[in-house]
């Protein structure tokens, strides 16, 4: 089993930055690879970034490449996503999951999931 805490979400300007955390709990996080999903009001839950177990490998949706980058520290059991030049279309809730093997950028493919945490991009 597997636990997963984000924090770091909150109202920030356009053109902002914030930077969420994803804390896991289990000795295995470093065989777990990551992802980032978001989900806004009346729509699908969409992938964001993923990251591999050793974190050499990233992965990143259209809508957020150059703008965002994921990255882990498996001493800390957390995995980040730096979020810059914010737009008001980022905001939704975001959530971080984890899967056994590969990275993958389709939801079902994760095993576990946190509770998320709101991200507003509002003037």
């Known amino acids: 089993q597997v636990q997963l805490v984000e924090s770091g979400g909150g109202l920030v300007q356009p053109g902002g930055s914030l930077r969420l955390s994803c804390a896991a709990s289990g000795r295995t996080f470093s065989t777990y690879a990551m992802g980032w999903f978001r989900q806004a009001p009346g729509k699908e839950r969409e992938f964001v970034a993923a990251?591999?177990?050793?974190?050499?490998?990233?992965y990143y949706a259209d809508s957020v490449k150059g703008r965002f980058t994921i990255s882990r520290d498996n001493a800390k059991n957390t995995v980040y996503l730096q979020m810059n030049s914010l737009k008001p279309e980022d905001t939704a809730h975001y959530y971080c999951?984890?899967?056994?093997?590969?990275?993958?950028?389709?939801?079902?493919?994760?095993?576990?999931w946190g509770q998320g945490t709101q991200v507003t991009v509002s003037s």
């Open positions: 999951a984890t899967k056994f093997g590969t990275s993958s950028s389709t939801s079902h493919d994760y095993n576990y």
């Open positions: 990251i591999s177990w050793s974190g050499s490998n990233t």
